[in-house]
């Protein structure tokens, strides 16, 4: 007698059955479980008969049919699932930091202008962005527990509390780069402070902290990362002028020549399958790289050693992405969340938004990983409780990208700004070569890929040139007793103090 499994990892297996039966009329009795033949109810319910010789000449020929019809379309699925396998996915993000210039930390949530806002509150509305196999953001900030540190004489400084950090990981962000112009902020003890409560949370998910190192060495070697059997190498460089030392750990400086060269030789040196940099660098509120920077980053670090990927940020405003041979260079990413910066509103269309983005990468002929397709997503509100702007809004940001790509071609080292297609959700894609043969999540994504409906997007009607003068005024914040009020100022309302 045939009976079903109630398992419920497999819907058509078949326990306690008389295997002297055809396989072909084993198959068949799982296709009428699932409804795939038209056979009668009292003939097949659970612990029904086998049917006669009569009915069973009828369903080997329906079977061998279904076997003719169902087998190529069950193989490419087979495959399909195989090749995704072999994808993945990896989210960048820009600059994070949990509380305000000189707040003091807190457990139970990040403080901004003297209010508590709770963990859960300030990341509820980009938590599902947060869903690759490596998410990656820039952590501008210092990592500790304590109130009491001596603190830098300093305009602007950051700390967040060890519990945000684990808040962070715990929605899926499991690498953070340290190598950035705040992680000094508090000097040794905090950067040591910092080493000691990241190393804590590896146990929790936290995967690579790359940049800030208890040594020269160890602040130039990458951090390993392994995924599905892949090897991802991250190495982090950065500003600040916070070498290492004998006596202190630090970060390798983007604009020294020799931390520059050491850091990408290192990164190049090791065996991996994805090599990606991290870059803190630039001017603020600058939306185009300078030649000198194009030069490091683009001829050096890509052309030249072959980073797969670099991913810039400090400037706090998005740039345009480069694509070199397939290798890619996204120049800025902007704030992620923030609750040191400003409300970047002010700013319009070319600085008003942080940039969230999602690289495919899929297996090639030699076994080592490349990008196939990007998603971009547009943010506003990166200094509270960042989330996707609007759909009608993040369109016209994806055209400002498209905009700032086209300073980005050059011919003459095979390079070309990346443009990306604006989805009705408000969301970028753009699709490379090989994407539509890439299969599994990539395929689908990109298996309708037309790259001339991009031409036929509006262009955007705005000039991104640098700022030379920027309004500093702005309402008045509450007079709270006790406390004078001064004067706005541009950097105290860039940094979101005044």
């Not at 090791?270 to 030649?291: K, M, N, Q, T, W």
């Not at 700022?467 to 406390?483: C, I, Q």
Request: net charge positive; with cysteine.
């Amino acid at each position: 007698m045939l009976t079903v499994s109630s398992e419920a990892t497999c819907s058509i297996c078949l326990v306690g059955a008389d295997w002297k039966h055809d396989s072909v009329l084993d198959y068949s009795f799982a296709l009428g479980r699932r409804g795939l033949l038209p056979v009668s109810n009292e003939s097949y319910r659970l612990g029904a008969r086998v049917p006669s010789a009569s009915i069973r000449g009828w369903l080997l020929i329906v079977t061998a049919l279904a076997f003719l019809i169902m087998g190529p379309a069950a193989a490419t699925a087979d495959k399909d699932i195989a090749k995704e396998t072999n994808q993945i996915r990896l989210v960048i993000g820009g600059d994070l930091g949990l509380g305000g210039s000189g707040q003091p930390v807190n457990p139970r949530g990040a403080r901004r202008h003297g209010q508590l806002y709770a963990w859960d509150d300030l990341t509820a509305e980009i938590s599902g962005l947060i869903d690759g196999d490596v998410n990656f953001a820039n952590l501008e900030t210092i990592v500790t527990a304590k109130n009491s540190l001596p603190v830098k004489k300093k305009t602007f400084v950051f700390r967040s509390h060890p519990a945000g950090v684990r808040h962070l990981v715990d929605i899926g962000f499991n690498v953070l780069s340290t190598a950035n112009n705040h992680v000094g902020d508090y000097g040794t003890p905090g950067m040591r402070e910092t080493l000691l409560e990241l190393d804590k949370l590896r146990p929790h998910g936290l995967l690579a902290y790359p940049g800030l190192g208890i040594s020269r060495e160890d602040a130039a070697n990458p951090s390993v990362v392994q995924i599905k059997g892949q090897r991802l190498l991250f190495s982090a460089i950065g500003i600040g002028g916070w070498a290492p030392s004998k006596r202190s750990p630090g970060i390798l400086g983007f604009y020294s020549s020799r931390d520059f060269n050491e850091a990408v030789e290192s990164l190049s040196r090791e065996d991996g399958d994805f090599r990606v940099l991290s870059v803190h660098y630039g001017i603020e509120l600058s939306v185009r790289p300078g030649a000198n920077e194009i030069k490091k980053l683009r001829d050096r670090a890509v052309r030249e050693m072959g980073i797969d990927l670099v991913v810039g940020h400090h400037a706090h405003v998005p740039a345009g992405v480069q694509e070199i041979d397939g290798l890619l260079v996204f120049y800025g990413l902007g704030n992620l969340l923030h609750l040191g910066m400003q409300d970047m509103s002010r700013f319009g269309p070319c600085r008003d938004y942080g940039l969230m983005a999602k690289v495919h990468l899929a297996e090639n002929e030699n076994g080592r990983l490349s990008a196939k397709a990007i998603e971009v997503w547009p943010l506003d509100k990166m200094h509270l409780k960042a989330r996707r702007m609007k759909p009608k809004k993040a369109k016209r940001r994806i055209r400002v990208l498209n905009k700032l790509a086209s300073g980005l071609d050059d011919k003459k080292t095979n390079s070309r700004g990346l443009r990306f297609l604006a989805r009705e959700d408000g969301s970028g894609l753009a699709c490379l070569e090989g994407a539509k043969d890439a299969g599994g999540r990539i395929g689908k994504l990109c298996g309708e890929w037309d790259g001339t409906a991009i031409a036929a997007q509006p262009s955007a009607p705005i000039s991104c040139v640098r700022r030379r003068h920027v309004s500093t005024r702005r309402a008045k914040p509450p007079r709270r007793r006790g406390k004078k009020y001064s004067e706005p100022t541009l950097l105290g309302q860039f940094f979101g103090l005044q």
